[in-house]
T-cell receptor
Framework: GAVVSQHPSWVICKSGTSVKIECRSL??????MFWYRQFPKQSLMLMAT?????????EQGVEKDKFLINHASLTLSTLTVTSAHPEDSSFYIC???????????????FGNGTRLTVT | KQEVTQIPAALSVPEGENLVLNCSFT??????LQWFRQDPGKGLTSLLL?????REQTSGRLNASLDKSSGRSTLYIAASQPGDSATYLC?????????????FGKGTHLIIQP
C-alpha cells in the first residue's frame, strides 16, 4: 500500500536554530501534501497545504515566514521551522493523497510524525 | 468552517466488550469521512474511509457508519482486545467538501483492560 515517510522522527534543537522536516511519498506521486501540528492532548490542526511547484497555502494563524514549506517534487515536501522557540515544540505530521485532492475520495496517508523539542 | 467533536473523550472497558465511539461534524457537505488510530507518540493509521454515498464500511472487527444529514458518524468495535488500546480520531474534510486537508476531532482515548 501507499507509504508516506517522514524524517526525522524526533529532533531536539536549541532556541533560535532552524529545523527541517522531510515528508516523502514512497510509492506514489503526491501533487498535494498537508502539514499538521499536534500539541499535547489536542487534536491535529492543519497548518498548511503544500502544492508541488507552487506556493503553499497557510491556515489562519500560521506564520508563513516561520514555517517554510517547499514542495519541489511530486514525492517530497519539506517543512522548515525557522528560529525555533520552545513554544514551537510539538508533534508535526505530514500527509499525502495518492490522487489530486481528497475530494476524489482518496484516503490520505500519514507519515509517522516528527516530535520537535526546542530547548 | 468544519468542526468535529468526538464523544467520549476517554473510555476504559474490559476486554471482550463491544463499544461505540461517536463523532459529529458541523458541515455535512463532505465527500467522505475517515477514522484513524493513533498510538502514543506515533503517527496515524487509517482505519476506515466512508464515502458520502455510503452509509457504512467494515474492516474486520471495525464498522463505521455515516449519517450526513445528521452530521454524525460512529465507529463500532466488536469484541475489543487490549491491542485496541489507542486514541481514535475522526476526521472530515477541512472546508466541508473540497480537495483540502482534514479537520480532526480531539479523539477518544480508549483503554481495553485485559
Amino acid at each position: 500500500g501507499a507509504v508516506v515517510s517522514q524524517h526525522p522522527s524526533w529532533v531536539i534543537c536549541k532556541s533560535g536554530t532552524s529545523v527541517k522536516i522531510e515528508c516523502r511519498s514512497l510509492d506514489f506521486q503526491a501533487t498535494t501534501m498537508f502539514w499538521y501540528r499536534q500539541f499535547p492532548k489536542q487534536s491535529l490542526m492543519l497548518m498548511a497545504t503544500s502544492n508541488e511547484g507552487s506556493k503553499a497555502t497557510y491556515e489562519q494563524g500560521v506564520e508563513k515566514d516561520k514555517f517554510l514549506i517547499n514542495h519541489a517534487s511530486l514525492t517530497l515536501s519539506t517543512l522548515t521551522v525557522t528560529s525555533a522557540h520552545p513554544e514551537d515544540s510539538s508533534f508535526y505530521i505530514c500527509s499525502a493523497s495518492r490522487v489530486a485532492g481528497q475530494g476524489f475520495g482518496s484516503p490520505l496517508h500519514f507519515g509517522n510524525g516528527t516530535r520537535l523539542t526546542v530547548t | 468552517k468544519q468542526e468535529v467533536t468526538q464523544i467520549p473523550a476517554a473510555l476504559s472497558v474490559p476486554e471482550g466488550e463491544n463499544l461505540v465511539l461517536n463523532c459529529s461534524f458541523t458541515d455535512s457537505a463532505i465527500y467522505n469521512l475517515q477514522w484513524f488510530r493513533q498510538d502514543p507518540g506515533k503517527g496515524l493509521t487509517s482505519l476506515l474511509l466512508i464515502q458520502s454515498s455510503q452509509r457504512e464500511q467494515t474492516s474486520g472487527r471495525l464498522n463505521a457508519s455515516l449519517d450526513k444529514s445528521s452530521g454524525r458518524s460512529t465507529l463500532y468495535i466488536a469484541a475489543s482486545q487490549p491491542g485496541d488500546s489507542a486514541t481514535y480520531l475522526c476526521a472530515a474534510p477541512y472546508s466541508g467538501g473540497g480537495a483540502d486537508g482534514l479537520t480532526f476531532g480531539k479523539g477518544t482515548h480508549l483503554i481495553i483492560q485485559p
